[in-house]
């Protein structure tokens, strides 16, 4: 019985590589589409070469797909929850880089005995969400370097990063690593509030997977038990895609922020 609720489903049985071009426009249309029928790594990795160019990561293995399953102790040190089987708190994937992957594939191989649902919130629905409910908390969450990813080898972000074109991409972890300025710390519970009110829930099973916009969805996971397994391919897109997602105007072009953080003239 499929549970994939969001947008079209694709599935991808006997079609790879070849047949991504829906995927492609929905992605650049919509920053997510979800897929079926990729029930083993093979697969995966096919469907996932198909749509990016791979990037090997801390926890990928030799081919680049890292298994994403309950590894014990070892997940309880910064950084390394996802490979727990606890709740994760909603996030972008590798923040803490200065370029973190734009897309990101995850695929049940396993599903959990219990629990481990997937909550996706779309970036564009939580921008407008905070535009119509808390605009100084929007404002401030795209103030330049209010937000801190990583060690001490990390990135300093923020939340929205505007770019060029009425658009912004979203940045963001919730673990011990994430650290804000008291000039946005303040509006933490609205924000969570925001991505809460536009979260949409899934349940993958074995050979369902989800294909996000990594500068555009945030990703989370409600805790599970037993022995799930799921492959994560990130990489960078075959096809063309702009920076982020189109935004609401909320202050003049002029005034906005550049990609990179600093004030526009
Ligand atoms: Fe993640």
Redesign the pocket.
Known sequence: MPTLGLFETHPTTGKLPKQPRGITAQLQAQGLATVEGLRTRTAVLAFAQAVMRVEAHRDSDSDGLTTIQDIGRRSLQPGFG?LGNGE?LP?T?RSSEPCPPRL?LLVCQRPAARGGEVLLSDGQAVHDYLADHFPAALEAFALPNTAFYGDGGGHPSQVFTQHPGRRAAIRLRQDSLAAFSPLVSGYLPQLREAIGAVQQRLMLEAGQGYLIDNSRWL?ARTAFGGDRICL?ALGSPRFPMLPGFPRTALRPEAAAPTADGSAAP
């Open positions: 996802g994760l996030h994937e990101m990703h994560r």
